[in-house]
């Protein structure tokens, strides 16, 4: 009776470890993975910015780099097409996207806050000097 027990103990023990050693096995594949994920993100993110910021360069951008004012967040560029030349035709708000980014929703209501027109001009003084 005693052995029967011993080999009942010895059984649990060994099971308890397996599990543990899978169960460790798996959570360090899910963090692998994850840290994987979150690097990829972040190397997406940052290769991002920099298109935003040399995009301008690139032979084939639309418009002078002289008309442009860096916004960055929200929209990138504020585009005065032709102030540089003395002929200003059209301010645009433009958004720069590499690859298959989207925009996100903040993003999305600019754009639609503009093409609803609902867009002014004001100036602001500060009378406290």
């Not at 979150?38 to 995009?55: D, F, M, P, Q, Y």
């Not at 004012?69 to 035709?89: A, C, E």
Request: proline share 2%.
């Amino acid at each position: 009776m005693n052995i029967d027990l011993w080999l009942i103990s010895i059984w649990v023990i060994i099971w308890i470890l397996i599990w543990y050693l899978v169960a460790k096995l798996y959570f360090m594949i899910r963090i692998k993975r994850q840290r994987s994920d979150a690097v990829t993100r972040s190397r997406n993110v940052v290769l991002g910015h920099v298109h935003e910021k040399i995009a301008p360069l690139l032979p084939n951008f639309p418009y002078s780099y002289k008309d442009l004012v860096f916004l960055w967040k929200w929209v990138d560029y504020l585009v005065l097409d032709g102030l540089s030349k003395g002929n200003l035709r059209e301010i645009i708000f433009l958004e720069v996207k590499s690859g298959s980014s989207q925009l996100n929703k903040n993003e999305q209501m600019v754009r639609e806050c503009i093409h609803q027109k609902r867009v002014k001009y004001e100036i602001w003084r500060n009378s406290a000097t």
